[in-house]
């Protein structure tokens, strides 16, 4: 059944969080082969990054994982999943699951290794950003890929936003930490073209949350075997690059910004939100660059993603302190948490008892917005 042929009463349910492989390969055939070889080099140089330190986690728990379960059983929720690479069947795993939409990240993060492509930067970039295009063209309604935008360029950065949005996409994703890439944090007044930019064309800042390499150091004092220590730090240290966007201004000068910080979990931001008022109003703290409690911008500017956390969803309160259209459901199809093929009975379940209006707006409204769908 396609999305066109479900019945009207059957509710729409978009992912705010899924994934896509584009092979290195895919890049290439958009890239002019006098860059291949650049490329290569760049990319291996990438490979093995991610083989240490933190970058080497998902790797070992993958490894574990299908030592340890059935792989029968295990192969339904893992990455080997056809969709993952083919859109005609990702498009039949989304009717499977009654899942209407999904917006679309890379497994790859071009930003780690894009920018070393001796001599063809710009060029790899759009080669990967046209890979991406490839993929969601087959059905661009209901596959909404994430462009990734660089920021070591940021003239090419400009254009390339442009060029995206005249293609059509509706969503850019920047990297969480600059300072991963050896570049300043957000607020830095080299951003400013780009944000002006951003916000010329309406679309979301995705930022996705993942291998933060500057957790490499806990890593390797991690003594579980599959660094699960580490692991919970991840989306925790999103509070760092909330700060650095909500506190510093850059809200303030770019007050119509979208931003969507995907996969960071949703209890402890209610906690976030409450402490960043509170640093601000009571216990004295001085953030001279904005003019509201930070509470204003986040929800004013901030969206979460989130996969299953029925106790924060269940949670008047905290659905209340983060903000129920700043919160958006996603399957992050195929990851192993993922909630394919069962999303509509999973979702039923998480939110049992809430609010109809609210409901719509977490599993689709919102999103519609955000993305302009």
């Known amino acids: 059944m396609t999305m066109t042929e479900e019945p009207m009463t059957q509710e729409l349910l978009i992912s705010s969080d899924s994934h896509v492989k584009i092979g290195h390969d895919s890049v290439k055939?958009?890239?002019?082969?006098?860059?291949?070889?650049?490329?290569?080099?760049?990319?291996?140089?990438?490979?093995?990054?991610?083989?240490?330190?933190?970058g080497a986690v998902n790797k070992a728990w993958d490894t574990s994982r299908k030592r340890e379960q059935d792989t029968s059983a295990f192969r339904l929720r893992n990455m080997t999943q056809p969709g993952h690479t083919d859109a005609k069947a990702r498009l039949e795993a989304m009717d499977l699951d009654g899942v209407a939409q999904e917006v679309l990240y890379c497994e790859v993060s071009g930003f780690r290794y894009l920018y070393q492509v001796e001599g063809g930067t710009a060029e790899a970039t759009v080669a990967f950003n046209d890979?991406?295009?490839e993929f969601g063209a087959v059905d661009p309604s209901r596959l909404i890929v994430s462009y990734q935008i660089p920021i070591h360029d940021i003239d090419f950065a400009v254009k390339e936003v442009h060029r995206v949005a005249s293609m059509g996409g509706k969503s850019l994703q920047l990297p969480v930490f600059p300072p991963e890439v050896d570049l300043p944090d957000y607020y830095h007044e080299r951003y400013d073209p780009l944000f002006a930019a951003i916000?010329?064309?309406?679309?979301?800042?995705?930022?996705?949350?993942?291998?933060?390499?500057?957790?490499?150091?806990?890593t390797d004092r991690d003594p579980t075997p599959d660094r699960g220590i580490m692991v919970t730090m991840v989306g925790l240290s999103t509070g760092e690059a909330l700060g650095m966007w909500v506190m510093t201004g850059i809200l303030e000068r770019f007050p119509d910004?979208?931003?969507?910080?995907?996969?960071?979990?949703?209890?402890?931001?209610?906690?976030?939100?409450y402490i960043a008022d509170d640093l601000a109003s009571r216990q004295g703290y001085n953030f001279p660059d904005i003019k509201e409690?930070?509470?204003y911008y986040f929800h004013k500017n901030v969206h979460l993603t989130f996969i299953e956390e029925p106790d924060a969803l269940q949670s008047e309160i905290i659905r209340r302190r983060i903000g129920?259209?700043?919160?958006?459901?996603?399957?992050?199809?195929?990851?192993?948490v993922t909630s394919w093929p069962h999303s509509r009975k999973i979702v039923e379940e998480q939110f049992a008892g809430i609010p109809a209006n609210e409901r719509e707006l977490m599993?689709?409204?919102?999103?519609?917005?955000?993305?302009?769908?």
């Not at 916000?199 to 806990?218: D, V």
């Not at 931003?259 to 209610?270: D, M, N, Q, T």
């Not at 129920?324 to 192993?336: G, R």
């Not at 599993?363 to 769908?373: D, P």
């Open 29 to 54: 055939e958009h890239l002019a082969s006098k860059f291949h070889e650049a490329y290569d080099k760049a990319a291996s140089g990438f490979t093995q990054q991610m083989n240490s330190g933190a």
């Open 131 to 133: 890979a991406m295009h």
């Open 199 to 218: 916000q010329e064309t309406g679309l979301p800042i995705c930022c996705h949350i993942g291998l933060n390499t500057m957790l490499s150091s806990l």
């Open 293 to 295: 409690l930070p509470s």
């Open 257 to 273: 910004l979208k931003l969507v910080f995907v996969e960071p979990g949703l209890g402890w931001v209610a906690w976030w939100v």
């Open 324 to 336: 129920v259209e700043n919160i958006m459901w996603s399957s992050d199809f195929p990851h192993p």
């Open 363 to 373: 599993v689709s409204g919102n999103a519609k917005r955000v993305w302009n769908l």
